[in-house]
C-alpha cells in the first residue's frame, strides 16, 4: 500500500546517505592534511635553516673545521669561528645543570611525597607560574639583582658573566624539571613504597632507594628537557652574559653561547656574515637534535 | 646514625622546595617593587613617547594582534590534526611520523623559529619585518601545544560516549562534532589558554620578525615591538630596569590571569565529567 513513498524515501536516504559518505571521507582527508602541517613545518625550517647556514661551505669555500674550531669571530675580516660560543653554550648548560637539577628534584620530591597537602597547593602554582614569567623577566632580574650582587662580592669589574648565565639559566629551568620529575614520580606504583616500607625501610630510605630509582626515565627527561630549555635561551641570557668573544676560563669571564650571537648580529647581518648566523643555528639545532634523540631513547626505554 | 641521614636528607628536601619558592618570591616581588611606581592608568593607555614618560598601548596592541592572529591560524589546524591522530588515524608509520615531528617542533629553540620566519616569512614570503611575519612564526611554536594538549583532551573522552553515538547510527564527523568535541572542550579551551601564555612571553623569536620600531602598528603589515621585547629593548639599550619592570608586571598580571582562567576551567571539566 505505501510500498511507493517507502521507495522514494530509500532513494532520499541514499541520497543523503552518499553525501555524508562524502563528506566523511573529505573530511578524513583535511584532518589528515592539518596533521601533516607539523611535519611540513618542520622540514621547512630544518631545510631553509640548513640550506642558508651550509652555503658558505659548500658555495664559498669557507672551510667548515675552521668554522667549528675557529676561535675568532671578526665578521669585518671575514673571519668566522664559532669555537667560544659553542664552549660558552657547553659550559653555561652543564652549570646551569649542576645547580638546577638538585633543586629541581629535590622540590619535585618534595612535592611529590613529602608535602603536606596544604604547603604543596602553595608550591605547586608557584612552580606554574614561574613556568609562565616571560624569560626576558628572569633577565631582567638577572641584570638587575644577580650582576650587581656578583660584581659587589666577587670584586669584578663586570658582573655579566658566565656565573651569572648559569644562576639564570638554573633558575629558569626549574620550574620544567620539578613539574615531570613530579609526574614521573607521583607514577610511581603505591605498591612499591608499601612494599619498602614493609621491610622495615624508613620512609625517606623508602623514597631515595626505591622511588627515585623507580621514577628513573621520567627524571632523565626532567633532565634533558632542562637542558633544552638552557641551551635554546636567548634574551635573558644576552642580559646577563656580557657577550664578549673569548673561550671562559673562569666562571667570571664574560661569555657569549651560541643564541645570543645569533640575537645580536642577526639585525644587521647580510651576505655571508648573516649566513654564518644561520650556521651557527645549525649548530645549536645540531646540539637539541642529539638532545630530541636522547629523549626519545629514554622514553623508548622507560616503556619496556 | 641512619635516622641523622634521613633528618639531613628531610632538611635538603625542605630546603630545596623552600628555595625554588623563595627564587619565585624574590624574582616577582623585586618586578612589583622596581616597577609599581609606574603603573598608572596613562602607563597603559597611553600612547608610546620615544622622549620617555609616554605609555605601553602600542606594545600591548600588539600582543593583543599576535595572540589574535597565531591563536586564529593554529587552533583550527592543531584541533583538526590532533582529532586526525587521536580519532581517524591507523596506529602506524604515518602518525608516528607526524608525533615525531610535533615533539621536535616542541623542542626547537625560539631563537631557530626566529631566523626560519626571517629568512621564510620576512624575505621568501616578502612580508617584511610585521607583526604578520611574526604571527605566523608564533603559529608554528604554538602548533605543537594546541595539537598535545588538545589530544590529551580527546583521550579523556569515555570511549562509550564513542560508541553510545555511533550505535545511534552517527557517522564518525557527527560523532565527532556533536559528542566528541563538545566533551573535549573544556581541556581544548585551557591548551588555547596555555598557548596565548607561550605567545605573550616569546621574545626571540618576535625580536627577528617583527623588528622593533615602537609605534601603534598602523596594520599587520607594520613593524611593532611586543611587551616582551619592549621590556627586553628598554633594558638592553637604556637601562631604564624600571620601566622595564613595569611592562613585567603588566605581563605577569597577564599571565597570572590566564593560569587562573586555565585552572579553573579544567576544574569545571573534572566535575562535568564525574
Redesign the interface.
Known amino acids: 500500500m505505501s510500498s511507493i513513498p517507502i521507495k522514494k524515501d530509500a532513494g532520499e536516504i541514499g541520497k543523503a546517505n552518499k553525501r ?2 562524502l ?2 571521507k573529505v ?2 582527508r ?3 592534511f ?6 611540513v ?5 630544518i631545510g ?2 640548513f640550506y ?1 647556514g651550509s652555503h658558505p661551505f659548500i658555495a664559498e669555500g669557507y672551510s667548515f673545521i675552521d668554522f667549528l674550531l675557529g676561535s675568532d669571530w671578526v665578521p669585518s675580516e671575514d673571519k668566522f669561528g664559532i669555537l667560544p660560543m659553542i664552549v660558552a653554550s657547553i659550559y653555561a648548560t652543564i652549570g646551569a645543570l649542576i645547580i638546577g637539577v ?6 619535585a ?3 611529590a611525597e ?2 603536606p597537602r596544604s ?1 604543596a597547593k ?2 605547586s ?6 613556568a ?10 638577572g ?3 644577580i650582576v650587581p650582587f656578583l660584581q659587589n662580592n666577587l670584586g669584578l669589574i663586570k658582573g655579566q658573566s658566565l656565573i651569572a648565565v648559569i644562576i639564570v639559566l638554573a ?1 629558569m629551568m ?1 620550574p620544567t624539571v ?1 613539574t615531570v620529575a613530579e609526574t614521573a614520580i607521583r607514577a610511581v606504583p603505591k605498591t612499591y613504597r608499601e612494599g619498602s616500607l614493609a621491610l622495615g625501610v ?4 623508602t623514597i ?1 632507594k626505591v622511588v627515585v630509582p623507580a621514577a628513573k626515565s621520567g627524571i632523565m627527561t626532567a633532565i634533558v628537557l632542562g637542558m ?1 630549555r638552557a ?5 635573558a641570557v ?2 646577563v652574559a656580557g657577550n664578549s668573544l673569548i673561550i671562559p676560563t673562569s666562571l667570571t669571564d664574560s661569555i657569549r653561547p651560541l ?1 645570543t650571537n ?2 645580536l648580529e ?2 644587521y647581518a647580510f651576505g655571508t656574515h648573516q649566513e654564518m ?2 650556521a651557527t ?1 645549525i649548530v ?2 645540531s646540539f ?2 642529539i ?2 634523540f636522547v ?2 631513547r629514554i622514553s623508548s626505554k622507560g616503556g619496556n | 646514625m ?2 641523622l ?2 633528618n639531613i ?2 632538611g ?6 623552600f ?3 623563595a ?6 616581588g ?2 612589583f617593587y ?1 616597577g609599581i611606581g609606574l603603573i598608572s592608568f596613562d602607563f597603559i593607555f597611553g600612547d608610546y613617547s620615544p622622549s620617555g614618560g609616554g605609555g605601553i598601548l602600542p606594545m600591548i596592541v600588539t600582543t593583543i594582534y599576535t595572540i589574535a592572529i597565531s591563536l586564529l591560524i593554529a587552533t ?3 584541533i ?2 590532533a ?3 587521536q580519532e ?2 591507523k596506529q602506524g608509520r604515518l602518525v608516528n ?2 608525533r ?6 616542541t ?10 620566519g ?3 616569512f620576512v624575505t ?1 614570503l616578502k612580508l617584511g619585518m610585521s607583526i604578520i611575519a611574526a604571527s605566523l612564526t608564533l603559529t ?1 611554536i604554538v ?2 601545544v594546541i ?1 598535545r594538549t588538545t589530544e590529551e583532551s580527546l583521550k579523556t573522552v569515555p570511549r562509550t560516549y564513542r560508541e553510545g553515538s555511533l550505535a545511534l547510527g552517527t ?3 557527527q560523532t565527532l562534532y556533536k559528542v566528541i568535541l563538545p566533551s573535549a572542550m573544556p581541556g581544548i579551551l585551557s591548551g588555547l589558554i596555555l598557548s596565548m ?1 607561550r605567545i ?5 623569536a618576535i ?2 620578525t617583527a623588528g622593533t620600531v615602537a609605534a601603534m602598528p598602523a596594520s599587520i603589515f607594520s613593524s611593532a615591538r611586543t ?3 619592549h ?2 629593548l628598554v ?2 639599550e637604556a637601562g631604564d ?1 624600571e620601566l ?2 613595569a611592562v ?1 608586571i603588566v ?2 598580571v597577564l ?2 590571569i ?2 587562573l582562567t586555565a ?1 579553573f576551567i579544567s576544574k569545571k571539566l573534572n566535575k562535568a565529567n564525574y
Not at chain 1, 624508613?202 to 630510605?205: D, E, K, N, R, V
Not at chain 2, 627564587?23 to 616577582?28: E, G, N, P
Not at chain 2, 615525531?100 to 617542533?105: I, P, Q, R
Open positions: 555524508k559518505y563528506l566523511e573530511s578524513g583535511v584532518f589528515l592539518c596533521a601533516l602541517l607539523s611535519v613545518s618542520l622540514l621547512l625550517i631553509f635553516v642558508k638538585p633543586i629541581g628534584l629535590f622540590t620530591i618534595f612535592l613529602i608535602a604547603v602553595i608550591i602554582p608557584a612552580v606554574q607560574l614561574l609562565g614569567i616571560p624569560s626576558v623577566l628572569y633577565g631582567v632580574f641584570l638587575a639583582i633558575i626549574l620539578v624508613s620512609p625517606i630510605g631515595f633544552g641551551i635554546g635561551e636567548t634574551m644576552i642580559l643564541t645569533i640575537a642577526m639585525g648566523l644561520f643555528g645549536l639545532f637539541i637534535l638532545l630530541n629523549l626519545a | 641512619r635516622k641521614k634521613d636528607l628531610l635538603l628536601l625542605w630546603f630545596a622546595a628555595l625554588t619558592v627564587v619565585l618570591v624574590m624574582i616577582v623585586y618586578i622596581k583550527p589546524i592543531g583538526l590534526a582529532v586526525y591522530l581517524y588515524a611520523t607526524i615525531f615531528a610535533t615533539e621536535s617542533l623542542g626547537i629553540p625560539s631563537i631557530i623559529y626566529g631566523l626560519f626571517a629568512v621564510f621568501t608554528i602548533l605543537p595539537i557517522t564518525k564527523l601564555g605573550i612571553g616569546e621574545s626571540a625580536f627577528l611587551l616582551t621585547v621590556s627586553y633594558t638592553q630596569i622595564a619592570a613585567g605581563l605577569i599571565i597570572l590566564l593560569n585552572t
